[in-house]
């Protein structure tokens, strides 16, 4: 993934991601409902974007890093920035394919 892909919601570099799931990483998808019942990473929870302002509670008391999945990187990384701004520990790992991908 490119510098661009970054600055244009696609995620961060997939080595940081990478290190983060393979240190035990939480995995948020935040795509709509129906969408995430259409397929998901194993394991990845789902709270749509539009529920994250009102759950960081949630976020707060996960304790681990998370990993912000959805279908092109564009609404994760806007979770990701607003989680970050609230002290959140989060990266925007993009598309939850690509995700998916990188689980061992």
Known sequence: MGFFDVLMGGGMPDEKIQQ??????????????????????????????????????????????IVLCCATGNRSGQAANFLKAQGIDCENGGGWMQVNGMIC
Not at 23 to 38: K, L, M, N
């Open 20 to 65: 983060m799931l393979n240190d035990g990483a939480v995995i948020i998808d935040v795509r709509s409902p129906g969408e995430f019942s259409g397929g998901h990473v194993a394991g990845s929870q789902n709270v749509p974007l539009q529920e994250v302002a009102a759950r960081l509670e949630v976020f707060r008391e996960i304790g681990k890093p």
